[in-house]
């Protein structure tokens, strides 16, 4: 962002954007769409409701969080540095999320990388490779990662980006939700239309968050193996 900007690119990104999903759904189904008809905003009243947007994308940041990142992403499938390093293998719908999402970074490193980043990593730890436990194996890699430069650049903007794709994934179940129930309540085809739109917004994104979040732990480990003897 620029320097005159107020907030940074991730606060824009995952908490703006957030919130405006979420606040068109709400106005579409609770305000009568005001917001949007409204043909003669003024500069306090665009400020205060990108102020409004702002604050819902923090508070839906808990949640998306909470959810799509730690039961979602690391109950219901296999966290990713199980998955790159082998601890466990892909079941099918790793598989197919990662078909799906197109994310060579959620499948396994080539078992020679696998066999030497786990030996690096449990001679470290002084535990056995087939004790290994995944959250361990990321928490001792990551300060080696975080060391190099152009590592550290990479993984902040995988995590800008795995922030704002889970953050907005989240508005967007909320919006489908939301505009679901007004749907059943008005049977308004335009209502029926956005609400499909929200879904495949939030299915997609959920889809990137995904992603990135697997290249993020791939890019920790990737290091981790370059810069450990």
Same mark, same amino acid.
């Given at each position: 962002?620029?320097?005159?900007?107020?907030?940074? &690119? !991730?606060?824009f990104y995952a908490f703006l954007t957030t919130g405006m999903v979420a606040l068109?759904? !709400?106005?579409?189904?609770?305000? *009568? &769409?005001?917001?949007?008809?409204e043909q003669h905003w003024t500069i306090v009243s665009g400020v205060f409701w990108a102020v409004v947007a702002y604050l819902v994308g923090q508070i /839906?940041?808990?949640?998306?969080?909470?959810?799509?990142?730690?039961?979602?992403a690391r109950r219901i499938l296999r966290p990713p540095s199980e998955i790159v390093l082998g601890i466990h293998p892909p079941r099918r719908r790793e598989r197919w999320l990662a078909a799906l999402s197109g994310?060579?970074?959620? $499948?396994p490193f080539p078992v020679p990388n696998q066999t030497r980043i786990m030996g690096k990593l449990a001679t470290g730890l002084n535990v056995a490779s087939t004790a290994m436990d995944g959250e361990a194996a990321f928490v001792a890699a990551f300060p080696h990662a975080r060391s190099v &430069?152009?590592?550290?650049?990479?993984?902040?903007n995988f /995590?800008? $980006?795995? *922030?704002m794709c889970r953050n907005v994934s989240m508005a967007? /179940?909320?919006a489908t939700a939301m505009l679901a129930y007004a749907s059943w309540q008005t049977h308004d085809r335009m209502t029926v239309t956005l609400m499909i739109g929200a879904a495949v917004l939030a299915i997609g994104l959920f889809l990137r968050? /995904?992603?990135? !979040?697997?290249? !993020?732990?791939?890019?920790?480990?990737?290091?981790?193996?370059?810069?450990?003897?």
């Open positions: 962002m620029k320097d005159w900007f107020p907030l940074a &690119s !991730y606060e068109a759904a !709400y106005d579409r189904v609770f305000m *009568g &769409s005001a917001l949007a008809h /839906i940041a808990m949640p998306s969080a909470a959810l799509l990142e730690h039961v979602v994310a060579r970074e959620y $499948q &430069s152009d590592t550290a650049t990479r993984l902040d /995590i800008n $980006q795995y *922030g967007a /179940i909320i968050f /995904i992603k990135f !979040y697997a290249a !993020y732990t791939r890019e920790v480990f990737r290091t981790y193996d370059k810069v450990v003897s």
